[in-house]
């Protein structure tokens, strides 16, 4: 993915975040969603070993050695942290405490099924929170190039992989567009800058409800 | 009046672990891992011990020790992505792990703490994790029986302990540390600093002390319990 369609997605991401909302960002890319978040917004960010109200990172010289954050990361307290065990962690993630989750993905369907912890015989390094993330945050975002590095879609009519949970996205960020999971379907209801309307059907592996008329662009 | 004292020395606490014990170790990463107990198991050198940590640490670091060593013939685990070795072992056939959603296993820590049998969730339903596991119906929702996940033995790590085994924990070193303390036969707490009784106000102490066996002072910190630069 080139970098500036990477960043693109993820200040795309990051419009999503909004004043009052607790969120746990997911590891690897979404984390670097924070990037474009303006950090006097008033939200919680929860992280799965027991933060609520992460602060920002800090080098090795500044860091306390018993805070990092679930991605191993040297994160600082602010006004409000808390800290808790991991089953009081989890309690706020299942009892629908999150109003949005950003995960990253292997495989996303149309329907909003998720697949992004295990690739049978290749990878299988443990699911994480992943499942109670995917699973019960009350609004779920996935952040994913729209193709993988061969090319082929990663947006699919099905799910291939074992899934983290079925019909649990309800929005996805890729570099070259945002869709939504709707009823009726998958929905194009973004285009990213200079892509072309036929690219973006033709690296979706699922149909695209195309709305009429022009898109917004990100 | 005063509460017992639990203080123990290092050698003689860990030496109760035997030959195919189930073993509890705190932390999430470096945080909270009772590195110092785990560096006298691996010196005192049981076998065929079943790990249930979150995590497999990192390679060089707190379980790859006891790996390295061939003390683990299971791991119990969220994730062990940080762990090349663990990831061989397991790929090798020379591990058997068994990955448990990162709340799951908390809950079902806590749960044998509580002295409950299991508990029941729709957490991974519909996927492959709900395979071969006993289902059960609550007010017409069709969910998991988790059962409870208890242990011979928990290693924890605190900041401050008093001698009765009330522990304080620090910042996120907290995790799973006061789940496990619970969840064991027998407990067995290091701390970095141990003060009199009545020195942790009554409101501050994160597990009590009914839950700690055996309580081991650390008289300096290793490099290892520090930050990790990557």
């Excluded at chain 1, 099924?113 to 290749?122: E, Y």
């Excluded at chain 1, 975002?141 to 879609?153: A, I, Q, S």
């Excluded at chain 2, 296993?105 to 071969?132: C, H, K, S």
Aim: proline residues 5%.
């Amino acid at each position: 993915m080139l970098s500036d369609a990477r960043e693109r997605m993820l200040r795309r991401a990051a419009r999503d975040i909004l004043p009052g909302m607790t969120v746990n960002l997911g590891i690897g890319l979404p984390t670097q969603v924070l990037h474009h978040v303006d950090r006097t917004m008033a939200i919680c960010l929860h992280s799965e070993n027991g933060i609520a109200g992460v602060g920002p990172q800090l080098s090795p010289e500044e860091a306390d050695r018993n805070l990092i954050d679930a991605g191993g990361a040297y994160v600082s307290p602010i006004a409000g942290t808390s800290y808790f065990d991991s089953a009081v962690s989890f309690a706020i993630v299942r009892s629908g405490r999150l109003d949005l989750t950003l995960l990253g993905a292997f495989e996303v369907a149309g329907n909003g099924d998720l697949a992004n912890w295990i690739i049978p015989g290749r990878f299988s390094p443990g699911v994480g929170g992943a499942i109670e993330l995917a699973q019960k945050a009350r609004r779920v975002g996935v952040l994913t190039t729209h193709t993988d590095k061969r090319g082929n879609p990663k947006i699919l009519e099905r799910c291939t992989l074992p899934l983290t949970a079925a019909a649990c996205v309800n929005r996805i960020y890729s570099d070259m567009a945002v869709c939504d999971v709707t009823p009726e379907g998958l929905r194009l209801t973004e285009i990213a800058e200079g892509v072309d309307l036929q690219d973006v059907i033709d690296a979706t592996g699922t149909t695209l409800i195309v709305p009429d008329g022009p898109l917004p662009t990100f | 009046m005063a509460m017992p004292d639990k203080s123990a020395d290092i050698g003689s606490a860990i030496a109760r672990i035997h030959d195919g014990a189930s073993v509890m170790l705190g932390g999430f990463g470096v945080p909270g891992t009772p590195f110092c107990l785990i560096e006298e198991l691996v010196r005192q050198g049981p076998k065929n011990l079943t790990i249930i940590k979150n995590d497999a640490n990192e390679m060089g670091m707190g379980v790859d020790w006891l790996l390295e060593n061939g003390q683990v013939s299971k791991l119990v685990a969220s994730h062990i992505g940080l762990n090349a070795r663990a990831i061989a072992m397991m790929n090798d056939g020379a591990l058997s792990v068994e990955f448990v959603a990162q709340g799951i296993l908390a809950e079902r820590i806590r749960i044998a703490g509580a002295g409950l049998l299991g508990f029941v969730t729709d957490i991974g339903m519909g996927t492959p994790l709900a395979e071969g596991k006993q289902q059960v119906s609550v007010n017409g929702v069709t969910g998991i029986l988790e059962p409870a996940l208890k242990a011979d033995f928990a290693l924890v790590h605190a900041e401050t302990a008093d001698t009765f085994g009330n522990l304080f924990y620090a910042a996120a070193a907290r995790n799973f540390n006061p789940l496990m303390a619970m969840a064991a036969h027998c407990t067995i707490a290091e701390a970095e600093t141990i003060v009199d009784q009545g020195r942790i106000k009554p409101e501050n102490v994160h597990t009590p002390g009914p839950f700690v066996d055996q309580l081991v002072t650390l008289k300096q910190l290793p490099e290892v319990y520090g930050v990790v630069r990557r």
